[in-house]
């Protein structure tokens, strides 16, 4: 039986996992800068976070298009448990990070320590949403070209 598909691909590459890595790093990036700037009192990296939080926003939109849409276009996909929790888990990522944005857009700086501890959280979250991820890629196949051997 042939793998399940990615439908939103580009020359045969899915584009989900292409993309999925700026919203990560921005996340993170996110958080350390939340840490950087509790330990200095430096707005410098407060501002930082800020912008790395609306560039992870936009960047996790892309990928949420596009992992949506496989989600949505392969059965077998949504079959599987681990779909549904990297889904899930993804939407109260970017939820939060929605939150923790507006937080920072109305309060500024008194937005802290509330928008560090989202951060954390969200960057906990992503841990076990790329783990979820990374199994339906490595157990089930998700996205992998079917002539690629079984390792």
């Given at each position: 039986?042939?793998?399940?598909?990615s439908?939103v691909?580009?020359?045969?590459h899915?584009?989900?996992?292409?993309?999925?890595p700026?919203?990560?790093?921005?996340?993170?990036g996110?958080l350390?800068?939340?840490?950087?700037?509790?330990?200095t009192?430096d707005d410098?990296?407060a501002?930082?976070?800020?912008?790395?939080?609306?560039?992870?926003?936009?960047?996790?939109a892309?990928?949420?298009?596009?992992?949506?849409v496989?989600?949505?276009?392969?059965?077998?996909?949504?079959?599987?448990?681990?779909a549904w929790?990297?889904?899930?888990?993804?939407?109260?990522?970017?939820?939060?990070s929605l939150?923790?944005?507006?937080?920072?857009y109305?309060d500024?700086?008194a937005?802290?320590?509330?928008?560090?501890?989202?951060?954390?959280?969200?960057?906990?979250?992503?841990?076990?949403?790329?783990?979820?991820g990374w199994e339906?890629?490595?157990?089930?196949?998700?996205?992998?070209?079917?002539?690629?051997?079984?390792?």
């Amino acid at each position: 039986m042939a793998n399940p598909r990615s439908t939103v691909q580009i020359f045969g590459h899915p584009i989900h996992p292409i993309l999925i890595p700026f919203p990560i790093a921005f996340l993170v990036g996110t958080l350390a800068s939340d840490i950087v700037y509790r330990s200095t009192g430096d707005d410098f990296w407060a501002l930082g976070a800020y912008w790395l939080l609306a560039a992870a926003i936009v960047m996790a939109a892309l990928a949420a298009v596009a992992g949506f849409v496989d989600f949505l276009s392969e059965p077998r996909i949504r079959a599987l448990s681990a779909a549904w929790y990297h889904l899930l888990g993804n939407v109260t990522a970017v939820v939060l990070s929605l939150i923790n944005f507006w937080l920072r857009y109305q309060d500024g700086i008194a937005a802290y320590p509330t928008a560090l501890w989202i951060s954390l959280v969200v960057v906990v979250l992503l841990l076990f949403n790329g783990w979820m991820g990374w199994e339906l890629v490595y157990k089930h196949r998700v996205g992998i070209a079917d002539d690629l051997p079984i390792a």
